[in-house]
């Protein structure tokens, strides 16, 4: 079988195996509600990556719950994917796990309510596999598409692409296919037409595959909704809509979600047959002597945060947990470049150098570890007074197990959490699991920062000279100083420059906050736009924002929720940072934050939606079409009976605004057809000849009949319309222009002849 993007790295490209990215920790004290079966919290999952030190040298394991009453060789599970979970360290299923598996197992459809790290994942992947599995063993192979899952963020579906790959590495010539916004199409386009059984997915690139016609769900099977509130909180209700109506009327589908608001009940009753409901409560919590704090910081200023934090905090040692292999070892060499007794453990590295690393780490010699969750599986070293959650985990278990490297023996420990606006709804989830409150943490000051750094240059240069034997240098700066004419400041100040590096002592820009979460009409989607497809109305352009223009509208049949995705995914940018979005017909205006940097720029400006370029600019001022009275692609919104107050038997009375978006705003009264002159034009055909042939544009319109005379003489919108005279310019073709051809007359048979009852029109 096979996963298609390489592991640690978000690139989608082809390659045979991944291994799970994050450790499953503990769920402890967990209960269920209106849940089929009981059971018990589940072991240490995974383990896949070896520890950083073997069991028997870990002087402290961790501990799992442990269950009698079920097992996973007890729920039904395929034989080929039960190997597979043996593989990877899963006896005893989580309770959202026991409750869910045998229902799905048994072809019902599902909600889960859980929070996010109550492992979810396996317990839709599991069934879904056996499932399949099982399938191809009656009706044979198949590279057809017959699993779909949706999840909110890129990160998200390809820890889910993972986690599916590693539950079936077992099944044969098999296929998982993540596909998100912010990558190249080529990689996935060619994935899909090899063929996936497995399609894990953000909602706008899975939009955008199925209207290039790439993805073909036409045989799907079952589909998977995964944290379905968090996908709606951030504007994807519209494409959710789309992709389940485009799917079989005969699929399975389950829905997972923390939350059940009233945007997920709706689309449980519309999309989901007879669903069973479960619901899960995780009642994890950690030590009270760790002091938890979060930090708000963009993903290019993480190393900044970080390097300061370390400069103005008393820490001793201190392990850095990160999701991927290839960012241990990038961090801790920039770590190391900056000054800092840095290194990193992960899977690729052998386990002798791990355990040695780990001994440097107990011993003082280096003091920032860089890991993964699975390699710093069963490590205990007691000086650990830090733990950094540089990149946040996907799942509460997994952090509460990594704060609890620290305060340890009593000790007081600091857990630090780094996270974006975006990944909110994680911190959420990590108090209600943990049952405390993460504090805020401001990021230290430049000023803060600089005043440590002078007091630290001072009391070097204070333990140099009382320390160090410094005649030698003494003498030579007095020569410099003779020969030279200089000051020994001066000198000394080249010194202190020489000894730097190059490297400036004093910091002088403050890291970039991040934008201000805008306050929204709803959390679902649907609430946050009008009739235009846009995300709202705009209510002028919040602190430190700017209007910027992408070059995908209307006409490209682009949603909200997909320029949201790309801007998220491929920028960084998180979905609480994007303002108002106003889609037009070539274009749309999108408010973002005003101080974007210029590689964040280059990387919109490159990025697709749909297939086409976006090309983000900041826009050039030009108002919006609304208020000129142009674009009238959009609702006009209301009725067109009498056009705010008037009547248009002869369109002598006032014209109005026709109200909504692109409107003749303007309004005015209309001249009578009569007092507007004959405009000539056009004899019969589309393009040459007088108007007057067939009565003129804006003359009397009766010389024309039908169409073209007086609205009395055709009964209005509302009455009893006159036949077309055949005399008119003749019959049209279907479909075709008016050269050549006439209008049928319509009699009092034909569609639209008697409508006493609809309009607004008087005679």
Request: aromatic share 6%.
């Amino acid at each position: 079988m096979s996963f298609d993007t390489p592991e640690n790295n978000y690139d989608a490209a082809a390659t045979e195996t991944a291994s799970p990215s994050v450790e499953s920790a503990p769920v402890e004290n967990a209960s269920i509600e209106n849940a089929p079966v009981e059971s018990a919290p589940v072991e240490n999952a995974r383990a896949e990556e070896a520890p950083a030190v073997s069991e028997e040298k870990s002087s402290k394991k961790d501990k799992s719950a442990e269950s009698d009453e079920i097992l996973f060789a007890e729920l039904g599970i395929d034989g080929r994917v039960l190997r597979a979970l043996t593989d990877v360290g899963y006896e005893k299923p989580s309770p959202i796990q026991a409750a869910t598996i045998p229902l799905l197992l048994d072809g019902k459809d599902v909600v889960g309510l859980a929070q996010t790290g109550t492992g979810k994942t396996a317990a839709f992947a599991i069934p879904a596999l056996s499932r399949m599995a099982e399938l191809a063993d009656i009706n044979g192979p198949s590279r057809d598409t017959q699993v779909l899952v949706l999840a909110p963020t890129r990160e998200l579906a390809l820890q889910v692409a993972e986690a599916f790959t590693s539950y079936a590495r077992h099944l044969e010539d098999f296929t998982v296919l993540p596909v998100y916004g912010g990558s190249p199409y080529g990689p996935q386009l060619s994935g899909l037409r090899r063929g996936a059984q497995v399609v894990v997915g953000t909602p706008g690139r899975v939009i955008d595959h199925i209207q290039k016609g790439s993805l073909d769900l036409s045989n799907l099977q079952y589909v998977v909704l995964d944290e379905a509130d968090e996908m709606l909180r951030m504007g994807f209700a519209e494409e959710v809509d789309r992709i389940l109506e485009s799917t079989p009327k005969d699929k399975q589908v389950a829905l997972f979600s923390a939350t059940m608001p009233s945007s997920i009940r709706r689309i449980a009753k519309q999309y989901l047959r007879d669903p069973q409901e479960v619901t899960v409560k995780s009642q994890t919590t950690t030590g009270k002597n760790i002091r938890q704090r979060y930090v708000q910081v963009m993903g290019p200023y993480k190393l900044d945060a970080m390097t300061r934090i370390f400069e103005t905090e008393e820490f001793d040692g201190v392990i850095t947990f990160v999701r991927t292999k290839l960012a241990t070892e990038d961090l801790a060499d920039k770590l190391k470049a900056r000054g800092f007794r840095a290194a990193a453990i992960n899977g690729d590295i052998p386990q002798q150098q791990r355990e040695r690393t780990v001994e440097q780490l107990r011993d003082g010699k280096i003091d920032i570890l860089v890991a993964t969750d699975v390699a710093a599986r069963g490590l205990d070293v007691e000086r650990i007074s830090h733990v950094i959650n540089y990149d946040i985990p996907h799942d509460t278990e997994s952090y509460v197990h990594r704060i609890g490297r620290t305060g340890r023996a009593g000790r007081q420990g600091d857990a630090i959490l780094f996270m974006t606006p975006r990944e909110k709804y994680l911190l959420r989830a990590i108090e209600k699991a943990t049952r405390q409150e993460v504090e805020h943490m401001r990021l230290p000051s430049v000023d803060a920062v600089n005043d440590v750094r002078l007091n630290k240059f001072a009391e070097r240069i204070t333990e140099t000279i009382e320390s160090e034997d410094l005649s030698v240098f003494r003498g030579l700066v007095e020569k410099y100083e003779a020969d030279h004419d200089i000051t020994a400041s001066e000198i000394a100040a080249a010194l202190a420059y020489m000894a730097q590096g190059g490297r400036p002592l004093l910091l002088e820009n403050e890291i970039p906050l991040p934008p201000a979460k805008q306050a929204r009409e709803g959390r679902d989607g649907r609430d946050m736009r009008d009739g235009r497809g846009s995300r709202g109305p705009s209510r002028g352009l919040s602190e430190g924002g700017a209007t910027y223009r992408i070059a995908v509208g209307r006409r490209q049949r682009v949603l909200p929720g997909s320029i949201v995705g790309a801007l998220a995914n491929e920028g960084g940018i998180p979905s609480s940072a994007i303002g108002g979005i106003d889609i037009r017909a070539d274009h749309s205006l999108v408010e973002l934050p005003a101080d974007l940097s210029k590689d964040t720029l280059d990387r919109l400006s490159g990025t697709r939606i749909g297939g086409n370029l976006i090309h983000l600019e900041l826009d050039n001022g030009r108002r919006p079409r609304s208020d000129e009275g142009g674009d009238r692609g959009g609702d006009r919104g209301g009725y067109r009976g009498g056009r705010e107050g008037g009547y248009r038997g002869g369109r002598e009375g006032g014209g109005g605004s026709r109200g909504g978006f692109g409107g003749r705003s303007s309004g005015g009264f209309r001249k009578d057809r009569d007092d507007r002159g004959d405009r000539g034009g056009r004899s019969g055909g589309f393009g040459g000849g007088e108007r007057s042939d067939r009565g003129g544009f804006g003359g009397d319109r009766a010389e024309r009949g039908g169409f073209g005379g007086e609205r009395s003489d055709r009964g209005g919108f509302g009455g009893d319309r006159a036949p077309r005279s055949s005399e008119s310019t003749g019959e049209r073709d279907f479909g075709n222009s008016r050269e050549g051809g006439f209008r049928k007359p319509r009699t009092g048979k034909t569609f639209g002849a008697s409508r006493p009852n609809r309009g607004f029109r008087r005679d």
